[in-house]
Structure formats: C-alpha cells, structure tokens
C-alpha cells in the first residue's frame, strides 16, 4: 500500500500540482510516513550481514499482525487488520549460552550502531521455501506464469491453511541456496537472483504460459528493537538471560 501511495505522490509533483494530499489518516497514525522530495529508489540504513547463528538459534519470536478489535456492548466484535504483512518480532537474550556469545552480541549491536542500520536474521523456525527440515527444491513455490515479456519475477512463500493461503514476499534469499524450474524442469543457466532483493531476472522471458518455480533459503531482514544494550555480566553467569529484542523492517 505504501509503495503505491508513495508512487502516487511522486506521479502527481512529476505533472506540477500545486498541492497534493494523502488520505491514509488511521495508516499514518499506526505504520509512519514520510515522504522525501529527493528519494533513492535504494532502501538505506541496511547491512547485507547475517546476525551470529549460535546466537539465533536459540532465539525466541515470531510473526506479528496489527489488529483493531472494536467490542460492543452485547459481545460481538468488529476486527480490522492493520497489516496485511506481518512483522517478527524476536528476542536473542535467550540464545546467550556464553560470554563470548555476550562479547559477540555487543561487537555486533556497536557495528549497527543501535538501531540505525538493518541486518539479516536467521529464524530457524522457518527460514526455507518450503518445510525447515526439507532441502530446497526448484519446484517448492510457485513464483509466476510466462507470458512472453516479462523477465523479472519477485520471489514469495505461500502459506496454505485450509482454504486460506497467505503469500509472503521474500527480499533476503541467501545467495547459492536458490534453485529455478521452468514447467516442472530445472535450469541451470539463463537466469540470475538479485540476493538483495529476492528478484530472480532471465536472460529471455519464460514463454507464456510456463509455470515458473523456485526454491531457496531466505533470512530476515531486522534491526535492533533498542538504542542501547542492557547486560550485567554478574546477572548473566547467574543464570539470568538478558532481552535483547530485533523487529523486521519494511523494506
């Protein structure tokens, strides 16, 4: 929704209105906006490097959604949801096992400078195209259909429960992890993955018609959820585990 507000107001400065308003009032209030007159296309403030894995593994934390719940009077409910994306929410404290973790954590939070720069995040809970404990194949999700032009396809996770499926857009796969098939068949060639945005580009767009799959590995794209890192050492070698909380980004 963002990105096409955000599009609209540059189309309408582009063709010189004087003014341009944006009705998004509830949005604005819950998510923020701002808007720059001199953009970069290129999202800042994001370091391609993965948090330390022996510290995520034991990390606690997952999805998150934004929902309004309006309760009248007799009980009944009016829910609207926020987001249609949700947002992890994790909390690495519980994966300090030693104080060289401890020492790793705080080389890490000072390189990031808080909460200024963004970063990947392995969520072993669900950090594959399809189950965690299966290895990628090319055929795990669909990405797409040929039709002859189009060469650049954005890579996705659908989550099916029941009748409802949920698509979730993937802009960090981990670079060598992703696999291609064209109709069911592999390829090998003829195609790049950008590891920084989940686009997959062929050199010649699949013909119309071709279902075009893909699997992968992917992380999460983080920053810190606080400015500053609370940890006692005495309280730590007692036992007690400091929290020490990431959110994802938009990105």
Do not use: C
């Not at 606690?60 to 994306?85: C, K, L, M, Y």
Request: charge should be negative; aromatic fraction near 12%; hydrophobic fraction near 40%.
């Amino acid at each position: 929704m963002w990105a096409n507000i955000d599009q609209a107001i540059l189309d309408a400065r582009t063709r010189d209105f004087a003014e341009v308003f944006v009705w998004a009032y509830p949005q604005i209030l819950r998510d923020g906006f701002v808007y720059f007159a001199d953009q970069e296309d290129e999202v800042t403030g994001f370091h391609e490097v993965r948090f330390p894995e022996a510290i995520s593994f034991g990390s606690s934390g997952g999805p998150r959604f934004a929902t309004t719940v309006v309760e009248t009077i007799s009980g009944h409910e009016q829910r609207n949801a926020d987001w249609q994306q949700a947002r992890s929410v994790y909390d690495v404290g519980t994966g300090l096992k030693t104080e060289s973790d401890l020492f790793e954590l705080l080389t890490f939070f000072r390189a990031r400078q808080g909460r200024a720069y963004g970063f990947r995040f392995k969520d072993w809970t669900d950090f594959r195209s399809a189950d965690p404990s299966v290895t990628p194949t090319p055929t795990d999700q669909a990405i797409g259909v040929g039709d002859g032009a189009t060469t650049a396809l954005q890579l996705t996770k659908r989550y099916v429960s029941g009748a409802t499926t949920f698509d979730r857009v993937i802009r960090k796969p981990v670079a060598g992890t992703v696999r291609v098939a064209l109709a069911g068949v592999e390829v090998m060639s003829g195609w790049s993955v950008d590891a920084t945005t989940g686009i997959i580009t062929f050199a010649t767009p699949p013909a119309v018609g071709v279902a075009v799959t893909a699997g992968f590995e992917f992380d999460v794209p983080v920053r810190f959820r606080d400015d500053s890192l609370a940890i006692s050492l005495e309280t730590f070698a007692a036992g007690d585990a400091p929290s020490v909380g990431l959110i994802e980004v938009r990105l």
